[in-house]
């Protein structure tokens, strides 16, 4: 039993790391945007081409850093998804 608890362990600080990579990689490509593209709705395809990475890794790491998932419906009941950064407080 305790070789399995080993295992998870394992896996859990191995998952923090690549989070914490993702992080950062996230960090610097948002810090790269001029200022103007920062501040507008991004769509999970944006993401995952600037980070080589599936929407379902990054995710996790928008709602840590305070961005907030929408949709924009249209009249025929279908919906678009997007991501809001978090709002600047002055």
């Known amino acids: 039993?305790?070789?399995?608890i080993k295992q998870l362990e394992?896996?859990?600080?191995?998952?923090?790391?690549v989070k914490s990579t993702l992080q950062q990689q996230f960090a610097d490509w948002y810090s790269s945007l001029p200022e103007i593209a920062r501040n507008r709705?991004?769509?999970m395809t944006e993401?995952?081409?600037?980070?080589s990475t599936q929407g379902k890794?990054?995710?996790?790491v928008l709602l840590e850093l305070g961005w907030q998932r929408k949709r924009r419906w249209n009249s025929r009941g279908q919906y678009h998804r997007y991501w809001e950064p978090p709002r600047i407080r002055a």
Not at 1 to 4: R, T
Not at 57 to 60: K, M, N, Q, R, T
């Open 1 to 4: 039993m305790s070789a399995y």
């Open 10 to 17: 394992l896996r859990v600080a191995a998952s923090q790391r």
């Open 41 to 43: 709705p991004f769509s």
């Open 47 to 51: 993401f995952e081409v600037a980070l």
């Open 57 to 60: 890794y990054i995710s996790p």
